[in-house]
């Protein structure tokens, strides 16, 4: 056989391979879409629709991403790791549909929001009918809703949207979570969650928990979200709602404690880690804000917590323009951001109290917490409105009966207006300090009434009795002063002295 001959047989074999090959193609083909639908639903489901994220390691943790840049606008539904089938379900494939039919409007829209052509997106989503809107479209109605002007109507309220995502998503926790915020009522909010549904029972803990916070009854919640936590030990969420709730109690150091937990847990989590900021710095620990604020940057630079922290290592430093260039970043990726607004009130409390004002009560708008009303009240004193502070200190006493700190503010309030006697000023502190005798604020506002009535004996006494609840150099630095009113010079350089130790 010639060389030729040999090449055309090959010629030949290899053309019959390739028919043999797309003929057997064509029979996968064939198989595949006669497939059932119920064995369809085990598909991947594209990442360019709301997708379940499980993370096995933190037990009941499901999350429902849609393509946001920050968690608020993320849907979250935790399971218990019970096997339940929560997430994306029935639901998925139609979701998908929708999703796969509207795919370039919705990109489009998407694109417009970043742009910040909010009337393009507003149009292009505004033509999605409702029967065929998915979640990620809801998710987008609420991004246009945030971004867009207090004097616009949205198309959709952000409510309307959460309750539309919850009917495609039945355990979407975070809409849940988003409409407590919103005010819902927590019994109708418990009866939308399927009765049949095996995650109810800690969903409903989760939520209770959830309600007591947003009202500021921080032990009620402190107690729901422990108990959560000893059955879910690895669970994030669960965790940084207890680091917050020890937070507004002023228990700063087992907050401290649970946020290097959750640290430990995951690394990158990075919602809420301000609050964590803070309270390094209420205990002095300026290098773990400056190694937080590092590793926060490098990690999600898109996140405004992440900002927040930044600005709290700048502020602290005597940087107050950068600290405000990094406020500012966190205000442009999430203009109502509770946490935002309060720090850069904070930073220009100082100098510029009116100023700092609007920007408490625009955080005051978004979220009341004890920050918030620490601020306010804070304005009003240095701005010399002693009438308003009482106001606000009264309206978070209602709020937190049972907090001490509220009581200081109050008294603190009371013993600058001309308007209240004194005595009753130290009422408060005293009553403060019976609730809880670790209130610095409350031990503060009494030794400086005591000073100033010359009874310096009684401030003493109260110091002593306050020594395991200040720092060492700081209740000497106290001390030494009771001792200069007095007199008593060696005392008060003994005091100063061991301060400096």
């Known amino acids: 056989m010639t060389l030729e001959q040999r090449i055309k047989r090959a010629r030949i074999s290899r053309e019959a391979l390739q028919n043999s090959t797309m003929r057997i193609q064509d029979k996968v083909r064939e198989a595949k879409t006669a497939v059932e639908p119920s064995v369809m639903l085990t598909r991947p489901v594209p990442k360019s629709i709301p997708e379940v994220k499980v993370r096995p390691s933190q037990g009941m943790h499901r999350t429902i991403t849609g393509d946001t840049t920050y968690s608020s606008s993320a849907v979250s539904s935790r399971g218990s790791g ?124 989760y939520l209770q928990g959830m309600d007591h916070f947003f009202h500021m009854r921080y032990k009620a919640a402190l107690a729901e979200f422990r ?135 625009d955080a005051y708008n978004v979220e009341k917490n004890m920050a918030t009303y620490t601020g306010l009240v804070e304005c009003y004193m240095m701005l010399e409105r002693y009438a308003e502070a009482i106001s606000a200190c009264k309206e978070l006493r209602r709020l937190v009966p049972d907090s001490a700190h509220a009581l200081a503010m109050l008294g603190n309030a009371m013993s600058h207006s001309r308007d209240h006697a004194t005595h009753t000023a130290e009422e408060i502190f005293r009553e403060a300090l019976r609730i809880d005798p670790a209130c610095l604020e409350a031990s503060d506002g009494l030794c400086m009434i005591l000073g100033s009535q010359f009874r310096n004996v009684e401030a003493l006494e109260l110091l002593d009795k306050q020594i395991d609840y200040n720092r060492v150099d700081e209740a000497h630095v106290k001390k030494a002063r009771v001792y200069m009113g007095l007199e008593q010079w060696r005392q008060a350089l003994l005091n100063y002295q061991q301060a400096l130790l």
């Open 82 to 205: 019970s096997g339940s089938s929560g997430g994306l379900g029935s639901t998925g494939i139609d979701d998908q549909r929708k999703h796969d039919l509207y795919k370039p409007a919705i990109e489009f829209a998407a694109k417009s929001i970043a742009a910040g052509n909010y009337k393009r997106a507003k149009e292009l989503l505004s033509n999605i009918p409702e029967s065929e809107r998915a979640v990620k479209v809801y998710l987008l109605f609420i991004q246009l809703a945030r971004k867009q002007s207090p004097a616009e109507t949205p198309l959709l309220s952000e409510k309307a949207c959460w309750e539309c995502i919850i009917e495609l998503q039945p355990l979407a926790l975070e809409a849940y979570v988003h409409l407590l915020r919103l005010q819902m009522a927590l019994p109708i909010l418990l009866n939308t969650i399927p009765a049949d549904c095996i995650d109810k029972p800690w969903m409903k803990s």
């Open 227 to 361: 108990a959560l936590d000893m059955k879910y030990p690895q669970n994030v969420d669960i965790k940084l709602k207890v680091a917050l709730c020890y937070r507004w109690l002023v228990k700063r150091t087992d907050s401290c404690r649970m946020f290097a937990q959750i640290r430990r847990i995951d690394p990158y989590v990075v919602d809420d880690m301000y609050h964590y900021a803070a309270v390094l710095l209420d205990l002095e620990k300026e290098q773990e804000v400056s190694e937080l604020s590092q590793h926060l940057l490098a990690t999600n630079d898109k996140h405004p917590d992440t900002w927040c922290v930044l600005a709290f290592n700048w502020e602290h430093k005597g940087q107050r323009e950068k600290a405000l260039q990094m406020v500012n970043r966190a205000l442009e990726l999430r203009p109502v951001h509770s946490g935002s607004l309060q720090i850069k009130g904070f930073i220009y409390l100082s100098s510029a109290p009116l100023k700092a004002l609007q920007f408490f009560r």
